[in-house]
Nanobody, 124 residues
Framework: QVQLVESGGGLVQAGGSLRLSCEAS????????MGWFRQAPGKEREGVAA????????AYADSVKGRFTISRDNDKKTVYLQMTNLKPEDTAVYYCAQHASFWPTLRRDEYDAWGQGTQVTVSS
């Protein structure tokens, strides 16, 4: 079972930036799409961004388009989420996840491995 470890969360002021990282333990990392999800208190976990194995295809939630960028380094078995122009409504626990296949989607039920999450707090 693959293990995913997120890092890079923290407290930032509105308008600021953060970069999240997620390192995978699996040797088959480069075969699967990867995604970032987030869950705010009292809300369901929602898809934020997803990326195909070779980085050629992406998917973004409308709420983050133009502000967040997902990328990956297959040699380092790491996926990143660059977040810019952060807003207080971006405050949530952010999770990375490995898709069961290669097509990047934001459907939570299509992901079969999850990290433990990292907190992002955006102050106004």
């Amino acid at each position: 079972q693959v293990q995913l470890v997120e890092s890079g969360g923290g407290l930032v002021q509105a308008g600021g930036s953060l970069r999240l990282s997620c390192e995978a333990s699996s040797s088959t990392f480069n075969r699967y799409a990867m995604g970032w999800f987030r869950q705010a208190p009292g809300k369901e976990r929602e898809g934020v961004a997803a990326l195909s194995p070779n980085g050629g295809s992406t998917a973004y939630a409308d709420s983050v388009k133009g502000r967040f960028t997902i990328s990956r380094d297959n040699d380092k078995k790491t996926v990143y989420l660059q977040m810019t122009n952060l807003k207080p409504e971006d405050t949530a626990v952010y999770y990375c996840a490995q898709h069961a296949s290669f097509w990047p989607t934001l459907r939570r039920d299509e992901y079969d491995a999850w990290g433990q999450g990292t907190q992002v707090t955006v102050s106004s």
